[in-house]
């Protein structure tokens, strides 16, 4: 079946995944996703993740974390959809939960957070806000 929008896809599962408790969740990969679980486990959202090769299409396993039972990750939302793109410029970047959490910037540079895209002077699509 074809997904209209598999980065909405990609977070669904692991928003699910991280509600069910589950340890771990497989996702059909692409390289965005990939920069994607990089920056989800550079800001200690998630414990780790592997890209595994297979004939069809590749697999991301991404490992969820964990402190005292409660998820690391409490929350992802997708900004920029197919249907409504979402830009902002360098000096308008969003900041989620006063610095708490992380937006995600889709830039000339490639995926960066707001952090980095901040440092960089760099503006371009606000993919989703993680906290």
């Known amino acids: 079946m074809a997904v209209t929008d598999p980065i ?11 509600n069910a408790k589950k340890i771990r969740v497989d996702i059909p990969s692409s390289k965005m996703k990939v920069s994607l679980s ?8 998630i414990e780790d993740y592997a890209v595994i ?11 969820l974390k964990y402190r005292g039972g409660v998820a690391a990750l409490s929350g992802l939302k997708r900004i920029s959809k197919p ?22 910037i889709s ?12 440092s ?5 699509e606000v993919v989703c806000h993680i906290w």
Do not use: C, H, M, W
């Open 83 to 104: 249907g409504l793109r979402i830009y902002t410029g360098s000096e308008e970047i969003p900041r989620v939960l006063s610095g708490l959490g992380i937006a995600v």
């Open 53 to 63: 090769e297979d004939d069809k299409q590749n697999i991301i396993r991404v490992v």
């Open 38 to 45: 990089d920056i989800l486990k550079k800001y200690n959202f």
């Open 107 to 118: 830039t000339s540079k490639g995926l960066l957070s707001d952090k980095e895209a901040r």
């Open 8 to 18: 909405a896809d990609y977070l669904t599962r692991i928003r699910n995944a991280s």
């Open 120 to 124: 960089l002077s760099i503006g371009g």
